[in-house]
């Protein structure tokens, strides 16, 4: 147990549903990270927050994706209108700053879009 | 793109050492290499991370070459749980890492 928590681990849904999934970080990080993985692949980054705010987010996050950090604390992630294509593990991950790159990971969402 | 390559998989005999290797030659002279794993079923898990020196902790041993354009991460007696894929990612970034497809190494009985 790393101390992140992805919630749910599992999410199965319909083509054109929306999603949400939620992250909690370890409690004393600052930064807190999106990154999705499909199969074969290493993860890709997709968004990071420092505190609430959301600094950066990569072209894979199309504009039916939203990401959240309200009180930077727990993050969530939403996905409008999904497609097949967004079937993946979605993974959240947290880091103090200044020690970036030694990041915390989740064991991730599964998402299956039918 | 990740900036360094890594082969696709390796073997190793439970008990034996585990010698991992990744090729960064594009890498810059400030940034550092990290190394990170991904059992089956979980998220990526933290290793090590070396600049120039070579690095030891519980986990594992980090061994850079002097030009720095490569490393060995070295797993000194694998068992059966170190069955996962191994990152090598340099650390380009502050914010992000680029993960590659890795190395799939499977511990063997």
């Known amino acids: 147990d790393t101390g992140v928590s992805q919630d749910p681990r599992h999410k199965i849904t319909k083509r054109g549903q929306n999603v949400t999934f939620r992250c909690d970080p370890i409690?004393?990080?600052?930064?807190l990270y999106w990154y999705r993985q499909t199969l074969g692949q290493g993860p890709e980054f997709l968004t990071y927050?420092?505190?609430?705010?959301?600094?950066?987010k990569s072209r894979l996050l199309s504009d039916r994706f939203s990401a959240e950090r309200p009180k930077g604390s727990f993050s969530t992630l939403e996905i409008q209108r999904t497609e097949q294509g967004d079937s993946a593990m979605y993974l959240c991950a947290s880091s103090l700053a200044g020690v970036e790159n030694i990041q915390y990971f989740g064991a991730g969402t599964r998402l299956s879009v039918l | 793109d990740a900036k360094t390559t890594q082969p696709p998989s390796m073997d190793c005999a439970e008990g034996r050492a585990a010698n991992l290797p990744c090729n960064h030659s594009t890498i810059s002279g400030n940034e550092y290499v990290y190394w990170y794993r991904q059992i089956h079923s979980q998220g990526p898990q933290y290793i090590i991370h070396g600049l120039k020196n070579n690095e030891t902790n519980e986990m594992a041993s980090l061994i850079i070459t002097e030009d720095r354009k490569s490393s060995t991460l070295i797993l000194p007696h694998a068992t059966l749980r170190d069955t996962a894929v191994y990152y090598c990612?340099?650390?380009?970034?502050?914010?992000?890492?680029?993960f590659g497809k890795g190395t799939l190494l499977t511990v063997n009985p």
């Open positions: 927050f420092q505190n609430e705010a959301q600094l950066e």
């Open positions: 990612i340099d650390g380009g970034s502050n914010y992000k890492l680029t």
């Open positions: 409690s004393e990080h600052n930064r």
